[in-house]
């Protein structure tokens, strides 16, 4: 099957710098997703791109689709406690609901 | 509006026991999955369902079975637990037409002894 892998798998920042992680796929995909998981939660859908080198933001989330199909990258500046979670990318084939998920970056924030 | 709702929230089984994990959506939402989330895998598709009574294999089948038959409801039924089954379930939904991003439900957290 399909393989997602993301990096790096984890992150020790101080709040307030700018981090960015990012997905690569070993195929093409026409949708990728970017969720938050919380402790004892569900991922949250945090940023969705339908088209290749699409750049969308969200606060202080900027995520963007890549020109070969085969990647995606997520950036956050000036990080806040609450940003502390695991990030999934997810990617989705045309016509096809199913996800594949990357692996996730576990972010925390050094006191 | 409850969303995904997910029961139970945690279970300990023994090995061979069986089980039903229960997932409803009130977003009348045509597409339901389950996934597992292991540590360092991501999560991985169990079974999904396009709509009422139709349902799909996803990555990790076996040791699962599902149906569905109403658009609310999709269960998730195992039938002899096994060990390798300890893991955290997901059940989420979208509304199937076109692109539309799932939401995910709070978790199963299930222990097989």
């Known amino acids: 099957g399909q393989q997602l892998n993301q990096s790096p798998q984890s992150m020790f920042i101080q709040e307030g710098e700018d981090v960015s992680m990012n997905c690569t796929s070993s195929?093409?995909?026409?949708?990728w997703l970017w969720y938050k998981q919380d402790p004892g939660e569900g991922p949250v859908l945090l940023i969705a791109l339908y088209k290749a080198g699409e750049l969308t933001s969200n606060g202080r989330l900027t995520a963007q689709f890549g020109i070969t199909r085969k990647d995606s990258f997520l950036n956050i500046s000036a990080s806040i406690p609450s940003d502390v979670g695991i990030y999934f990318c997810a990617g989705q084939l045309s016509g096809n609901e199913k996800l594949t998920f990357g692996t996730g970056t576990r972010l925390t924030i050094i006191p | 509006n409850a969303g995904v709702t997910q029961t139970p929230k945690f279970q300990v089984l023994k090995t061979g026991q069986s089980m039903t994990l229960q997932c409803a959506q009130d977003m009348n939402h045509e597409y339901m999955s389950w996934y597992r989330q292991d540590p360092g895998m991501g999560l991985r598709l169990i079974h999904y369902?396009?709509?009422?009574?139709?349902?799909d294999q996803g990555e990790v089948p076996n040791g699962y079975n599902v149906s569905r038959s109403t658009t609310e409801d999709f269960p998730l039924r195992l039938l002899s637990a096994a060990p390798s089954q300890t893991s955290v379930y997901f059940c989420?939904?979208?509304?199937?037409?076109?692109?539309?991003?799932?939401?995910f439900g709070d978790g199963t957290r299930l222990s097989i002894l």
């Open positions: 989420a939904s979208s509304p199937g037409t076109g692109y539309q991003p799932q939401h």
């Open positions: 195929s093409i995909f026409n949708t």
């Open positions: 369902s396009v709509g009422a009574g139709i349902t």
